[in-house]
């Protein structure tokens, strides 16, 4: 089945290097906030805040701070109300981004997106403009080590899944945004452990840049977002040949 872009493995090295710093731990609270706030704090009877503790749980975030955010989610805690937000934009080389973020000031998290932007060489666009670019999928992910490629698509087929890629360490598989949690639910059933479960969006057609400048330029512009105390997620459609890979892990 199709492989992820290059620019994906990008993203999980510097995922890697963020749960070392301890960053991942905010993006996580963000995460269980809205999850609670939206289906309520029993993750047994809600499956978006579930997979948010779980996903938190691996990559060791403290049970107290996973208590600490879902209580700030159902309001236990009082202060501002988190909200989702969802910003559009393009930078160097018109690479598309789509950024979503958590916040308790929308007017602030807004004005510092449109920094960002300007300041790395692109610009905020209108909501909708950039949206269409991408496809809205599950993805969950299952350590490579000691699992065959055969008996994991197998097992994710039969749980429903729409695509199976195999990244370095990780197989990857793909789902009805719908049916995330059901597919995940399947693969634990089948003895498969999801090391992550989230709603991902995916570029129809990603762009690729064969230039080390200009790459580092994108990057630059993807890491001040993606380091963004609010920001969850950052999707671009950013693309790298294998000469320019090779650079960036240098």
Request: proline letters at 4%; one cysteine or more; a negative charge.
């Amino acid at each position: 089945m199709a492989g992820h872009n290059k620019w994906s493995k990008v993203k999980h090295i510097k995922a890697r290097v963020d749960v070392v710093r301890g960053k991942v731990f905010s993006k996580c609270a963000h995460e269980i906030a809205i999850a609670a706030r939206d289906g309520g704090g029993d993750p047994t009877m809600n499956p978006r805040l579930r997979a948010a503790i779980d996903n938190a749980k691996a990559v060791s975030m403290p049970k107290d701070k996973i208590e600490r955010a879902v209580k700030k989610g159902t309001g236990e805690l009082g202060g501002e109300a988190i909200q989702e937000a969802t910003y559009e934009g393009y930078g160097p080389e018109g690479i598309a981004f789509l950024i979503e973020a958590a916040t308790d000031n929308l007017n602030r998290t807004a004005a510092d997106m449109r920094s960002i932007f300007t300041k790395g060489g692109g610009s905020v666009a209108e909501p909708g403009s950039v949206a269409y670019q991408f496809d809205r999928k599950g993805e969950i992910r299952i350590a490579a080590e000691g699992v065959e490629e055969d008996p994991i698509m197998e097992a994710a087929i039969t749980a429903g899944a729409d695509d199976v890629q195999m990244e370095e360490d990780e197989h990857v598989i793909l789902t009805d945004p719908t049916q995330l949690a059901a597919v995940a639910d399947s693969l634990r059933e089948q003895g498969f452990e999801p090391k992550t479960q989230k709603l991902v969006s995916l570029p129809q057609n990603p762009i690729e840049v064969d230039e080390l400048g200009r790459a580092r330029q994108v990057m630059n512009l993807y890491d001040k977002l993606d380091d963004h105390a609010d920001v969850i997620h950052v999707f671009t459609n950013f693309d790298v040949t294998d000469e320019v890979l090779a650079q960036l892990e240098d």
